[in-house]
Each structure stands twice: as structure tokens, then as C-alpha cells.
């Protein structure tokens, strides 16, 4: 139970008694409405007294029960398990808010995603064009809004995304994507270059919706977990767990404990495949393919294991609503495997990292600073290479973690390196993590009934997946299906970054750095 | 015996051809082995010239005549430069038409055009490869000139068919610390014109930090076979060149059957051996960032330096 008095004092001092229906949820939620021109002043005095940052910001439709459309804002603090969730209502008739672009840059990106998607104006916001929109999607079609009417036929309008311009002497556009010659997901990228040396890039993407925060509307909370697999091919338990944990945490449901370890475990070993993989491509980038052949040599035999483990190679169904679907099988000797596969792989980033011609492409490439870094709100291991120290497994402990040991490695440099080195590590400690949950496991049921979902309440879950820290929130209608959810992966938060760190870069070097950042676009265009 | 000359001129013609696409194939499928991958076949690239023969050739509609030629020249200007390159015979029957400045230029001639085809449909990866591509053979083709001018000080003849018949009449010179000096100083520009690892990676599938790919990015169908053979036969003569200059046993000095079976033979035998140590290079190195190229190449122009100063002072 957080202590939520000194927080109550200062809505009460700050806000002038505005607020309302002030409620302590789940111990650790402090829920909360606020009234129009209070939300820059809560996000300040969040941030000055409390260390609380915005995270999250979801739109509603409440119109059919409330005759409201709702704007919640969700604060937590880096390291203290506490959460303030502010509510505001709007009449259907005055669909804005007052913009906080200018006071903290993700709360520009959120606010561009719901003008979009519900129409809700944020006033004052800096930047008027749009995120997830594109030209096909007429101006007046916000998907999200209930009683919205998909157009009969989406045409391109013609019109081209208005790019900052950027000219002098001998600058020049490299227009890349969104179409690639990989098989890799669709992002449009416009570098703007004087000889081969980026001063600015821009970022577009979008271009992979999929209505997927639409799709969960209606569905049972059950069916909601195979949606949620599914948002990001590679990061199928960590979103699904985080839908699960929302869930759970509006159902009142407790996870056996037997479950919580091996939630921990298939976490982990999503990481850990994730992890060895990219070291590999980011090696292959640098055109040392050995490094890559290998590494992707080991993650077969993760995804073998993962196989056995919940029947899919990518562990979907590994995660249900109360638990896990699948105990440990019984002639598996997990530890064992796992400690032949870091073997292997320690090898393979010894061969690779004294390799100086390699190493050199790593060194400097790329570079995030701090400042930046904190400014844009990143996540992961973006922000833990720069030398930010954030681990929602540490900070927001779930499932067994609290009673796990782990380190969380920093990196100061913010480099290619850094975030190399981050997974280098974070997948060594992967593995003892699993041992440990191994050793300590108890026994018992691995699911228990979830219950029924309270009607009209808000609920989140948040799991550190291997990208960073995930989101899901989470509210029920009355007859126990889902009335809306959202999501918020760490890409969302990350993509903004990869544009700062490529500044004086070349542009030869970029896909090094992107690799290096290796930012889901499904995850993040939904 | 003056038709004889020209017909195996016409012959190392074929060779070349012929060998080409195995040779890279061959390079290729080491490169797999080396990787722990199964890899294609090493015949694999005589299926993608007969693929890429019966595809339908798509153009842009920005791109002109010239982006039409350029693969007929690029390809031509290529075969050329084997007839003046002794394969399997030296001297040759058309060692006077031209001279090792012939072949350079020739070969600048084909990379002129490449890069100009890359430029010309105005799309932003052609002219970035075109640029790229330009300033590695703006220090690359020199050096080439200088490392064989090395070589062509101890024979007293820019000829290259005279180059190896001296040396073959006094085989102590191919020791020289000229000849070494040249014949590292070939290598590092072998690795560079033939857009191999670490200036360039023939196995990228990423646009941005390509080189040659980038350049004919645009291409397709029969173009892009003929671009794509035009730049396996250069890797074949860069080979030769290393081989036959360097260590030129084995190749036949008379038109004997048995000297011309021998010296086929020790030709496949030598660029398959060079053709491992470019598959075994290409293993253990990482690509240099792009900036650091004008760098190995500034230093294998130096080693080329060093080796015409070298060969001039112990003439």
C-alpha cells in the first residue's frame, strides 16, 4: 500500500480542490478526475515534487453510457511502484484539450494519435500535422470514435506529407522506403545529407495499421490474449502478458505463484532469443556474417526450446488470462540447455568484439546523449546505453520478479556499442534469471479463474519487454467484454530517438544504427 | 601460327566467359562453408545469367539511351581487356594492340558507364552509389597502373604478355620486394574494384551502404545479366592478373596442346586458390566505415609507390 497522502495534499494545494472522485485502486493507482487547464499543471508538479512522467495517454468513447469522451492520463515514477491515473471528461461538443506537446515531446505524439484516431483536438500543440493518418484516410474518419463509419472506398488524396523542408548549398534528399529491399517492415525515412553526412531525418511510418486497439473492442477478455500475441511477431509473450496483467489487475485476480515464475521464465527467454538475434544482424551490418550465421544457429535452438516449452516457436499461447497455459515439461533440463547456449554465444561475441574492423563501425556510431534521451522518454535498452537506468522488471516489479535477483546494466556512451553491449549483457543475465526462477519454483496450479471484469473501470498492466517497457490499459463494458484497450510498446516512445541519433552521422552507417535500435513498426503503428 | 594466336585469343575469350560465373559461384559457396551455412551451389550464378537472359527487361521511365548502352559497353569494354590479359598464353597474338594502360583504361572505361547508368534514372541510390563508386576508383584505378608499373620496370615493357615472358626467362625477379610490394598493393585494389569485403558487401541487401548494388539497382532482365557477367569476368581478370603476373608457372609460352591443357589447368587451380583467400578474407574482416576506404586504398597506392621505387632502385 503506497502512501498517497502527500500526493492528496499537493492535487488538493495545486489544483484548488478542482479534482474529484479522487480513489486509491490496487494499492499502488491513485485515480483521479481533473477539469479542463489542470493537465500542464498536474504533468509539472508530477514531474518537480513526485519524479512522476507521463507515460501513457488514452483516448475513450464513453459517449454511450456517460455522454462523455474521456482523456486519461497516466503518471508513474521511474522508481518508486506508484501510479496516478487523471481523468479528464469532455462534452461531445468540445472535443479539446489542452496540449502538453510543449511540456514533455511524448505527450506531442500522444495527442497527435488521438487527433487522429478520435478527433480530439489538443490546443496549442506546435506540430498540426498528422501521425497515424495518411493520405488515403479521409480527414474526417476517426476509427476509434464507436459510431464511426469506415468510408466505402479509401482513395489517396493526392496531397504529399508536408516534410520540413530543409535546403542550403549542397543538401540533398535520399528518400528511402517505405517499400525495402529486406524483408523488413514498411517505414519511409528522408535523410537529409551535404555529401554523405546526415544533418536531418525524418521519420514516417504508419504505414502498417491495422486497427489493432479496434479489433479488441468487443472481444472476451480470452480472446483479447491472441490479438495481443500478435502485435508484434517477436514480442509475443511480453504483450501478452501485459494485456494479461491489465486483465487481471481489473479483475482482481491473483496469478498463482507457480505461474508468476514461469511467466518470468518465458519472458526471459524471449528476451534471450531476441537478444542473440540481433547481435548477430547488428554484426551482419557491419558485414561480419559469421557473427550472424551463428548467432542465428543459437536462436534455433531457443525457438526449438520454446517449442517444447508452450508448443509454439514463438511462444504464443505461452501466456492465458490467470496464469500460463503450459507447465514445465518433465524431460526438460532447461538450465542445462541454457547454460550450453551462453556458452556458445559468449564465444561467438568474443570472436566478434576482438575484431577491431568491427568494432570500429560500432564505436561512436550512432550516439544518443543523455538530455536527449530523457527528453524523448525512451525506453529499453536505448535508454539503459544511454545511461538512463530504467527497468519496469525492477521498477514495477510483476510477476515473480520481486523475488528474483538481477542487475540492470547501464552504458554511458550511447553509442552502437552501447546498446550492443546492453544485449550482450541483458541476455547473459536473461539466462540467470531463468535459472534462478528454476531453482526457486514452487509447486501448485499454474492458473486460477480470472472472474469477472468490473464495468467502466481503467486498469493497466506493464511488463519490461525485451524492447523496453510495454503498456496495456485496459476497460470492460458492463456485459464483461473488452470496451477499449490500448497499447503503448516501447517503439513508440524509441522511434523519435533513432532521428537524433543519426545526426552527423553517414548515411552508409544508418543501418547500423537502426539495427541497433531495432524498433518494432507493427508494435508501433497498430 | 599466326591464326593459331588469334584463335587462342578467341579462346581465352571463352575461358573468361566461361569461368566467370563459376569462379564467383565458387567464391561465394566457400564464403557459405565459412559461415557454417550450406550456401548455393557454386554453379548457382550460370542459372541466374540464364534466368536473368529470359526475364523481361523493366526500365524506368526517367532513364535514357544511355542507360540502354551502358550494359553493352560495360560488357564489351570488359572482354577487351581479356584479350590483352595473358590467360593460358603469353605472349599473345594482340599483345600490340595494346598495353597494361589499355587495360586500365578499359576497365575505367566500363566503370565510367556504370556509374553514369547509375546516375542517369535520378533515383537517390544511383547517384549515391555513382558518387561512392567514383571516388574508390578515383585512388583505385591508379593504383592499379602503379603496382603493374612496378612489374613493368624489371621487364623493361608495359606490354603484359612481354611482363610474364621476362619473368618466366628470369624467374628470380618475382621475389623482388618490388614484385611483393606490387602484388599486395593489386590485392587491396583487387578487393576494391571488385566490390568485395571489407569496401563494399556483394551480399548487403541494404541500399544505403551499397557501392556496385546501388549503381544497378535500376537494372533487370537481360541488363542486369550482362552488368552482373561484365562484373564476374572482372573479378576473373583481376585474378588473373594477381596469378599470372605474380607467379606466372604454368602458363604455356608455345602452342603446344599439352603446354595450353596445362596452363587451363593451372589457371582454374590458381584463381581457385585466390579465390579461397578472398573467401577467407571476406570471413574475417568487417565492413570499413565508409570514410576509412580512402584510407586502404591511400595505402595500398603507397605499397604500389614503393614498389616502382623499389623495382627503379634495384633495377
Keep these: ?526 | 601460327m599466326v591464326i593459331t594466336g588469334y584463335v587462342l585469343e578467341i579462346a581465352q575469350v571463352i575461358l573468361a566467359l566461361l569461368l566467370a560465373p563459376g569462379l564467383a559461384g565458387f567464391v561465394r559457396w566457400l564464403k557459405a562453408r565459412l559461415q557454417n551455412r550450406r550456401g548455393a551451389p557454386p554453379w548457382q550464378p550460370y542459372f541466374e545469367l540464364r534466368k536473368l537472359f529470359g526475364k523481361e527487361v523493366v526500365m524506368s521511365n526517367n532513364a535514357s539511351w544511355l542507360f540502354r548502352i551502358a550494359p553493352y559497353i560495360i560488357f564489351a569494354s570488359t572482354i577487351t581487356v581479356t584479350l590483352l590479359v595473358p590467360m593460358i598464353v603469353a605472349p599473345l597474338a594482340l599483345d600490340g594492340m595494346g598495353d597494361l594502360l589499355m587495360v586500365v583504361y578499359l576497365l575505367l572505361l566500363g566503370t565510367f558507364f556504370l556509374a553514369l547508368a547509375g546516375l542517369d534514372p535520378g533515383t537517390a541510390f544511383g547517384g549515391m552509389g555513382a558518387s561512392r563508386e567514383m571516388t574508390v576508383a578515383a585512388i583505385a584505378e591508379p593504383t592499379i597502373a602503379l603496382a603493374i608499373f612496378g612489374l613493368a620496370l624489371s621487364a623493361g615493357s608495359t606490354n603484359l604478355g612481354r611482363i610474364v615472358t621476362q619473368e618466366l626467362a628470369n624467374t628470380a625477379v618475382t621475389l623482388s620486394p618490388g614484385h611483393i610490394l606490387a602484388f599486395v598493393a593489386l590485392f587491396i585494389v583487387t578487393l576494391a574494384e571488385t566490390g568485395r569485403l571489407p569496401v563494399d558487401n556483394p551480399a548487403t541487401h541494404l541500399e544505403l551502404t551499397m557501392i556496385h548494388e546501388a549503381m544497378i539497382l535500376e537494372y533487370s532482365g537481360r541488363y542486369l545479366a550482362l552488368i552482373e557477367w561484365a562484373s564476374w569476368l572482372k573479378l576473373t581478370i583481376f585474378f588473373t592478373l594477381l596469378s599470372n603476373l605474380f607467379v606466372p608457372w604454368g602458363i604455356a609460352t608455345t602452342f603446344d596442346p599439352a603446354a595450353l591443357a596445362v596452363a587451363v589447368i593451372a589457371l582454374i587451380v590458381k584463381l581457385a586458390v585466390l579465390g579461397g583467400i578472398i573467401a577467407v578474407v571476406e570471413t574475417r574482416v568487417a565492413k570499413l566505415r565508409l570514410f576509412r576506404v580512402p584510407e586502404l586504398l591511400g595505402a595500398s597506392f603507397v605499397l604500389a609507390l614503393l614498389a616502382v621505387t623499389s623495382s627503379f632502385v634495384l633495377k
Design chain 1, 1 to 526: 500500500m503506497t502512501d498517497f497522502s502527500r500526493l492528496q495534499t499537493a492535487l488538493r494545494n495545486n489544483l484548488q480542490g478542482r479534482t474529484t472522485d479522487i480513489r486509491v485502486r490496487r494499492g499502488n493507482e491513485l485515480h483521479f478526475q481533473i477539469v479542463r487547464g489542470d493537465a500542464q499543471r498536474l504533468a509539472e508538479f508530477l514531474r518537480a515534487d513526485f519524479g512522476a512522467e507521463l507515460i501513457l495517454m488514452v483516448a475513450n468513447d464513453r459517449r454511450s453510457d456517460k455522454g462523455v469522451l474521456e482523456v486519461h492520463y497516466l503518471f508513474g515514477n521511474d522508481r518508486e511502484d506508484w501510479f496516478a491515473h487523471a481523468t479528464r471528461n469532455l462534452p461531445p461538443d468540445d472535443r479539446t484539450i489542452d496540449s502538453l506537446a510543449t511540456f514533455y515531446f511524448p505527450a506531442s505524439r500522444f495527442e497527435r494519435e488521438i487527433k487522429d484516431l478520435f478527433g480530439i483536438e489538443a490546443t496549442g500543440h506546435p506540430d498540426r500535422r498528422p501521425l497515424v493518418r495518411h493520405a488515403f484516410w479521409p480527414e474526417v474518419y476517426f476509427p476509434l470514435l464507436k459510431d464511426a463509419v469506415p468510408p466505402q472506398k479509401f482513395e489517396d488524396d493526392g496531397t504529399s506529407f508536408p516534410f520540413k523542408p530543409v535546403s542550403g548549398e549542397g543538401v540533398y534528399e535520399i528518400p528511402v522506403g517505405p517499400v525495402h529491399a529486406g524483408i523488413i517492415e514498411p517505414g519511409h525515412f528522408r535523410f537529409s545529407v551535404v555529401g554523405e553526412t546526415v544533418i536531418d531525418l525524418k521519420i514516417r511510418l504508419y504505414f502498417a495499421h491495422k486497427g489493432t486497439e479496434k479489433l479488441f473492442e468487443g472481444r472476451s477478455p480470452a480472446d483479447g490474449v491472441e490479438l495481443a500475441e500478435r502485435i508484434s511477431g517477436d514480442t509475443t509473450t511480453s504483450h501478452s502478458l501485459a494485456y494479461c496483467q491489465a486483465v487481471e489487475s481489473l479483475a482482481g485476480c491473483t496469478v498463482p505463484a507457480r505461474a508468476r515464475y514461469l511467466r518470468v521464465i518465458l519472458l526471459e527467454m524471449e528476451r534471450l532469443y531476441n537478444h542473440i538475434a540481433d547481435f548477430g544482424m547488428i554484426c551482419n551490418d557491419t558485414g561480419f556474417a559469421v557473427a550472424h550465421s551463428h548467432c542465428f544457429r543459437i536462436r534455433e535452438r531457443l525457438l526449438r526450446l520454446n517449442k517444447r516449452l508452450t508448443g509454439n516457436r514463438l511462444l504464443r499461447g505461452g501466456i492465458i488470462l490467470g496464469g500460463v497455459g503450459h507447465d514445465l515439461p518433465a524431460d526438460l533440463d532447461l538450465a542445462t540447455e541454457l547454460d550450453a547456449i551462453i556458452a556458445d554465444f559468449n564465444e561467438i561475441v568474443e570472436i566478434s568484439l576482438s575484431n577491431t574492423m568491427l568494432t570500429d563501425r560500432l564505436e561512436g556510431a550512432g550516439r544518443l546523449d543523455t538530455k536527449t534521451a530523457k527528453d524523448l522518454g525512451v525506453l529499453g535498452y536505448v535508454a539503459r546505453a544511454s545511461n538512463i537506468d530504467v527497468d519496469a522488471r525492477r521498477d514495477h516489479p510483476f510477476a515473480a520478479y520481486p523475488a528474483l535477483k538481477f542487475a540492470v546494466p547501464v552504458f554511458t556512451s550511447g553509442d552502437v556499442r552501447a546498446r550492443t553491449m546492453a544485449r550482450v549483457q541483458e541476455a547473459r543475465i536473461s539466462a540467470q534469471i531463468i535459472k534462478q526462477a528454476l531453482m526457486a519454483i514452487p509447486a501448485g496450479p499454474i492458473v486460477a479463474p480470472l472472474g469477472t471484469l468490473p464495468a467502466w473501470e481503467p486498469a493497466f498492466g506493464l511488463v519490461e519487454g525485451w524492447r523496453g517497457t510495454i503498456i496495456h490499459w485496459v476497460m470492460a463494458d458492463e456485459s464483461g467484454n473488452l470496451y477499449r484497450v490500448k497499447v503503448r510498446d516501447p517503439s513508440f516512445m524509441n522511434w523519435p530517438a533513432l532521428s537524433f541519433a543519426m545526426l552527423k552521422n553517414i548515411v552508409p552507417d544508418f543501418p547500423l544504427c537502426n539495427k541497433s535500435f531495432n524498433q518494432t513498426y507493427s508494435g508501433n503503428d497498430l
